[in-house]
């Protein structure tokens, strides 16, 4: 909202100028719809369940030592993962844990794919 009222004040200050305030506007355009764009994202997955997950980015062999470069997250509908997976949030304590079965590229990583903290 500040960033909107900051962008049309200096659009009106550069045009009663005369300078070129095309560039400008243009600019807080583009990032005004690209903050409603994430604010509709995030509404649609409040709504209908989506959530990030934690997964694999790679096939991971039971014994495997998980580390930041072996994760990344995906937007899933959270039905039948609830309480389950692990989040973005979760990442710190996923780093260091050691899997339990083999997981492939795009798994998922469930609580019961880890074995016990050490």
Known sequence: MKHDIFCIVVGILIALTGGGGYLLGRNCAVQSAEQAKSQAQEEFRLRYGFGD?????????????????????????MTGLSGRG?????????????LAFDL???DAILKTDLLPKQ
């Open 104 to 106: 492939k590229r795009g």
């Open 53 to 77: 997950v934690l997964l694999v980015m790679q096939d991971t062999p039971a014994g495997t030592v998980l580390t930041k470069n072996m994760l990344g997250y995906k937007t899933v509908p």
């Open 86 to 98: 692990f989040h973005e949030e979760d990442l710190d304590e996923v780093l260091g844990r050691t």
